[in-house]
């Protein structure tokens, strides 16, 4: 396979799991070099069972969760160059920290993905203007 991305180096916030995993991946199957990063190491003892989820589905879900540490060890264990950063990229100094940490790795970011997000919960009528800007934040200012 053509490796396009060869030396470049990507960072891609919010890519724990998700979308932003699957980007990551994909950015390091083309060669790239990828920071990946979420707000926080995942305790997964942490996450609880709901009464509408079977035991099967419950642990699938599971399997599906993760952070910035073990979708960077996923893309070394694939052949890939990576390296993780835990930090909420909405809070501008963990933004810098982030992308300090980049080029202080690599030397250089050629590729910026801002899938950072944080998801609500319920109809947007009930939706306080806190949790509405908690919301937004992450994803408009997420790695500036």
Do not use: C
Request: proline share 1%; hydrophobic share 40%.
């Amino acid at each position: 396979m053509d490796q396009i991305l060869k030396g470049k180096v990507a960072i891609v916030t919010g890519s724990g799991q998700g979308i932003g995993k699957g980007i990551a991946l994909y950015l390091a199957d083309q060669g790239a070099k990828v920071i990946t990063n979420n707000r926080a190491p995942l305790d997964k003892s942490k996450i609880k069972n709901t009464d509408h989820l079977s035991k099967l589905d419950f642990t699938r879900m599971l399997a599906l969760k993760g952070d910035a540490k073990s979708v960077a060890k996923e893309i070394i264990e694939r052949g890939g160059e990576a390296t993780y950063f835990f930090g909420d990229v909405s809070n501008q100094k963990m933004a810098n920290a982030l992308i300090e940490k980049a080029i202080y790795t690599y030397g250089r970011i050629d590729i910026l993905v801002n899938n950072a997000a944080l998801l609500g919960q319920g109809t947007i009528e009930n939706t306080s203007e806190e949790e509405w800007d908690r919301m937004i934040t992450s994803k408009m200012k997420g790695g500036l």
